[in-house]
């Protein structure tokens, strides 16, 4: 498969999630919940039709680039198939752990190979967003005992 052709395939498959995941956010009844789902929605879409436009548009170089190997279809398979196995691991382990994990093996799966970067990024990254969605959102995260331990301490240290 050329790599053009994955690019479109990638970009139409996130046009259409995209655009059903903003279809979806219209049936949360409250407003102010609604309002982060849409916000995530429209954003994937508009970098996805970008990108769409971009992989249709075609190419003036100078000079010519490097030669395109095209998509590996068992390395992208590899990748969907971690973001499948994370939304139930979520459920299974929290927040937290499978977050961690996900970042740690999806960076690792897209050719980023420096561990002692990669795993105190993705405790930071994922700390960071835990924190974001409950303090500033009052969201509730799918919890393991690590995530309501460190919710409790964050709310008797931090915030109190």
Do not use: C
Not at 12 to 22: D, K, P, T, Y
Not at 42 to 54: A, E, I, K, N
Not at 117 to 126: E, G, K, N, Q, R
Not at 131 to 148: C, E, R
Request: no cysteine; net charge positive; aromatic share 12%.
């Amino acid at each position: 498969m050329s790599r053009q052709i994955g690019d479109l395939l990638i970009s139409l498959a996130f046009i259409a999630v995209s655009a059903a995941f903003l279809a979806l956010s219209f049936g949360i009844g409250d407003r102010n919940a609604s309002l982060f789902p849409r916000m995530l929605a429209w954003t994937v879409l508009v970098f996805s039709v970008w990108y769409l436009v971009g992989t249709l548009r075609p190419r003036t170089h100078r000079h010519a680039p490097a030669a395109e190997e095209g998509v590996d279809l068992v390395h992208f398979l590899a990748v969907l198939g971690l973001a499948l196995v994370y939304i139930p691991a979520m459920n299974f382990a929290g927040y937290l752990a499978a977050t961690a994990v996900f970042i740690v093996a999806g960076v690792y799966l897209l050719g980023y190979r420096r561990l002692a970067v990669l795993l105190p990024m993705s405790l930071l990254v994922t700390l960071l967003v835990f924190i974001v969605f409950k303090t500033l959102m009052y969201a509730s995260l799918p919890s393991s005992a690590l995530d309501n331990w460190l919710t409790e301490l964050m709310y008797r240290t931090v915030l109190s």
